[in-house]
């Protein structure tokens, strides 16, 4: 009567299609397994490992058998190797995720398939033939293949390779371990696999983080490797606090509230490295380039002291906490500041004019004693240049040579002549046929035609000559 009643709603009892999808996820439980391990041979042929020539399955004997083997191992691989994309040169692998992220995200997957299929196929009807066969969906197979087929992503490689081990586990539990092990999280990844730890621990051991399991870090930094059965269990503690388990304030800060389970770190004054308030009369320490003064932190001027180490052609300028050290002008040897007016010492081809160092113009005496050559002056030398006119050629000014002027036709090359040739030709004999023709109007039209396109031909080929030539005024 119930079944008859969900069909005619056109709603399918709980429970059918049961042994199709069961077969259809062992079907597809085998092909991963093929494709992974396809892609796992992929990947050592393309590193050059030599296990790829023992993993790799040898080529039966005989043409047929090999031909099948052949077949079977193409259509195993996940695709086309002409079509798989190789790897860029030189690129850094990428980051894996810690094997106890890749399980809780599988568990929280899982967790959420079984929220999805809770109330799967029922929608009302009879109410006492629901909640008898609901409770024999809630732990059957049926729910268990339809929370797996999706609990991964088709391109979470990880996820893939972990439910492939764990699988016989996972059964395990759904069938026999729920009731006393409710938490799949903890009997999976921490009991089972191992590869977590319970939160505020870390390290194969599950040791607990510095400052206790329950508050680790003592809340104000991130405890490294907490919750997996890696890392060093540093604590990374937050701006304003130090120590091992970040129960102190860090330099530069102060206690502002602290108690058994609380600490409030505030910062100090800008120069004070350690104070008892926020003004800048509580500093009782000093950062490095400040001097404490009434418990007040002053800036040293390093560039009155021997603590600047500036070089021979650099000057010092003090800075806050600090000081710089910037070059000297060009015309000092050894500075005492910035500009010409600053030098110890001129540099050569600079004389010292008042209390500046100033250019000398080496061009007002005889510097040049080439023939035919010029003084220019540059700061702080000079140098010997062609005078307007000359040209230097190995070293020695000579005077440039003009050419003389030339006709429209003597650059022309012999090509050139050659079609001028022929477009005299042309003109003579459209112009007698015009001719014999006694000014007829078709014959009148060719000739012009021929000429214009024979001048034109030539003068394209010229155009640049041409217009430099009349340019020039050749």
């Not at 405890?223 to 997996?228: D, I, M, Q």
């Not at 102060?254 to 004054?269: D, I, K, P, Q, Y």
């Not at 500036?310 to 000057?315: H, R, V």
Request: aromatic share 8%; with cysteine.
């Amino acid at each position: 009567m119930a079944r008859r009643h969900w069909l005619r709603r056109g709603l399918r009892p709980p429970g059918c299609g049961g042994r199709r999808r069961r077969r259809r996820w062992h079907v597809g439980r085998r092909r991963r397994r093929r494709w992974r391990r396809g892609d796992s041979l992929l990947r050592l042929r393309r590193a050059g490992s030599p296990a790829w020539e023992k993993m790799a399955p040898r080529p039966p004997r005989g043409l047929v058998p090999a031909l099948i083997w052949g077949l079977s191992l193409f259509f195993s691989l996940p695709g086309p190797v002409w079509l798989q994309p190789s790897p860029p040169p030189q690129a850094s692998p990428p980051t894996q995720p810690h094997p106890c992220h890749t399980c809780r995200g599988l568990v929280d997957s899982f967790n959420k398939g079984l929220e999805r299929t809770i109330r799967d196929n029922f929608g009302g009807g009879n109410t006492a033939w629901e909640e008898e066969k609901l409770s024999k969906y809630k732990d059957s197979e049926t729910r268990l293949v339809e929370v797996l087929e999706n609990v991964c992503s088709k391109s979470d490689f990880e996820c893939h390779r972990l439910l492939e081990l764990s699988e016989e586990l996972v059964e395990s539990w759904w069938f026999h371990k729920q009731q006393e092990a409710p938490d799949l999280f903890q009997w999976l990844c921490s009991d089972s696999l191992k590869l977590c730890c319970p939160s505020g621990t870390f390290g194969p051991s599950c040791l607990p983080c510095p400052g206790g399991a329950e508050k680790p870090c003592g809340g104000y930094g991130h405890c490294e490797g907490e919750g997996t059965r890696g890392g060093s269990g540093r604590c990374d503690c937050q701006a304003g606090y130090g120590g091992e388990a970040c129960g102190q304030c860090s330099l530069g800060y102060f206690e502002v509230e602290r108690n058994a389970s609380h600490l409030v770190c505030s910062a100090c004054f800008g120069p004070c490295a350690r104070c008892s308030g926020p003004e800048e009369s509580n500093c009782l320490q000093c950062k490095r380039g400040w001097a404490l003064h009434h418990l007040k932190c002053v800036d040293i001027d390093e560039c009155g002291t021997e603590r600047a180490n500036c070089g021979a052609d650099q000057f010092c300028v003090n800075t806050e906490g600090s000081y710089e050290c910037r070059d000297c002008a060009k015309a000092c040897l050894g500075c005492m500041g910035a500009g010409p007016g600053r030098c110890k010492k001129c540099s050569p081809g600079y004389q010292q004019v008042g209390s500046k160092c100033l250019d000398v113009d080496e061009c007002e005496t005889e510097v040049c004693p080439g023939e035919n050559e010029q003084c220019e002056n540059t700061e702080g030398s000079y140098r010997c240049v062609c005078a307007e006119g000359y040209k230097q050629i190995e070293g020695i000014c000579v005077k440039e040579q003009i050419p003389e002027s030339a006709g429209f036709f003597s650059e022309m090359t012999e090509d050139e002549l050659v079609v001028l040739q022929q477009m005299f030709f042309g003109v003579i004999i459209c112009a007698l046929a015009t001719l014999a023709a006694k000014g007829d109007l078709v014959f009148t039209a060719i000739f012009i035609g021929a000429v214009a396109a024979m001048t034109g031909y030539w003068l394209s080929e010229r155009s640049d000559r041409v217009l430099e030539g009349f340019i020039k005024g050749r």
